[in-house]
């Protein structure tokens, strides 16, 4: 009888050693995943960061030729007209003494490379 006693305890002994072996296996699968799923995560963030950041390079490197341009035209007060830059977007603000420089500094602006659309904010303010 005791004999027998210890037969099945020592076969549900080893029956919940394989249950719990097979639960750890499983569980370690699902780790793995988590951390297939952490790692893709974390490295699609990494890229649209790169990414992010070399358009705001790009953006300030924009604005900085435009405003150059701006600077260097005779036909344009370049130190009064603001320039901003974002997505490609170009904005230009401020005062300026007629027509013809405001649609001027609105041309230098749209024949820059990388710029997408220009917003003319620019008011014509003779003096």
Known sequence: ???KILLTSAALTLAAAFA???????NEKQADANDRNVAERTVDGAE???EGAARKTDDAGTTAVIKTKLLADQSTSGL???VS???GVVSLDGDVDSAAERAAAEKIA???N?????KNNLTV???
């Not at 990388?114 to 220009?118: A, Q």
């Open 48 to 50: 649209r960061t790169v």
């Open 125 to 127: 303010s003779p003096d």
């Open 1 to 3: 009888m005791i004999r």
């Open 114 to 118: 990388g710029v997408t659309e220009v």
């Open 85 to 87: 830059t974002k997505n």
């Open 80 to 82: 009064e007209i603001n």
């Open 20 to 26: 719990a072996t097979d639960i750890r296996a499983e």
């Open 110 to 112: 749209k024949g820059t």
